[in-house]
C-alpha cells in the first residue's frame, strides 16, 4: 500500500522473470510467488479505483506461467474466480481473455 504502483509493476515484471524447473524447491517458490501475486491481485480488484491493465496482465501472466510448477491445487485458486470475472468484464480485451484463459 505504501509503495508506488510503478514501483510493485516493475517488482510483477521481475518476478514473472523467473524460470522454475519440476524440482521441490522450486515449487515451494512458485507457490510463494502465486501468493504474492494473487494478494496484488486482491489490493487491486478491490480498490476503487480504476482498475491497472499493465498491472493486472503482468499478475496474470506471473500465476499461468508459476502455477505449472507449483502443488497447489485448483481449489486454492478458486476462491479468486469471481474477481476474475470482474476483471473480464471491466478490463481491456487482452486482459480479458488472459483471465478467461486462467480462469479455465
Not at 16 to 37: G, L, P, R
Request: proline residues 2%; neutral net charge; aromatic residues 10%.
Amino acid at each position: 500500500p505504501n509503495i508506488d504502483m510503478k514501483a510493485q509493476y516493475n517488482g510483477i515484471c521481475f518476478l514473472n522473470q523467473m524460470i522454475f524447473t519440476e524440482d521441490d524447491h522450486d515449487a515451494v517458490a512458485a507457490e510463494k510467488v502465486i501468493s504474492i501475486y494473487f494478494t496484488l491481485f486482491q489490493m487491486i480488484v478491490g480498490s476503487k479505483s480504476s482498475l491497472n491493465t499493465k498491472m493486472l496482465s503482468a499478475l496474470l501472466t506471473g500465476v499461468s506461467r508459476a502455477f505449472p510448477f507449483s502443488h497447489l491445487s485448483e481449489e486454492s485458486c478458486k476462491s479468486h474466480i469471481d474477481k476474475l470475472f470482474r476483471v473480464v468484464h471491466t478490463s481491456s480485451f487482452g486482459t480479458s481473455v488472459h483471465a478467461l484463459l486462467l480462469a479455465r
